[in-house]
């Protein structure tokens, strides 16, 4: 049962994320950017709203460290901005896991063909202060 679920779920999120590539075709920033907010797992936002590492389930049982598990997966990861726009994040989601609902700044550009954005660089806000980070690995 748990196994269909997690089909079920990653199926959902595939879907989610074609469906916002096809409607990025009017994207007309594709020049350098910043964007700051809360970094977090496209499915557990998409389906709960949480922004949180820890999540719950529909029962109402706590999932610690969720976000985490669910970026290690392999579920695209996003930041969530002031404004409460999601910018999904171009790269490899494991590489994210370990700053899952934490204050992140990137800089880098928007996907000319998909509407993503794809950091050069990035800092996580660690005890008040932005630390620079590596940017996980891309296939570029």
């Known amino acids: 049962m748990r196994r269909i679920f997690l089909i079920f779920s990653l199926a959902i ?3 989610t994320v074609f469906f916002l590539m096809l409607q990025a075709g009017d994207k007309k920033n ?3 950017a910043t964007i700051q907010g809360t970094l977090i797992d496209t499915k557990c936002y998409s389906t709960g709203g949480f922004v949180t590492n820890d999540h719950k389930d529909a029962k109402g049982n706590t999932l610690p460290n969720c976000a985490t598990a669910c970026a290690s997966m392999g579920i695209p990861v996003g930041i969530l901005d002031a ?3 999601v910018h999904i994040i171009a790269g490899p989601a494991s590489g994210y896991a370990g ?3 934490k204050e ?3 800089h880098g550009m928007f996907g000319k063909y998909a509407d993503v954005f ?3 660089k990035i800092e996580v806000k660690e005890d008040g202060k932005w630390m620079e ?3 996980p690995g891309t296939m570029m």
């Open 13 to 15: 999120v595939a879907a």
């Open 30 to 32: 594709t020049g350098t």
């Open 83 to 85: 404004e409460k726009n």
């Open 99 to 101: 700053w899952m609902a």
């Open 104 to 106: 992140v700044r990137m």
């Open 118 to 120: 794809i950091p050069d």
């Open 133 to 135: 980070k590596d940017v």
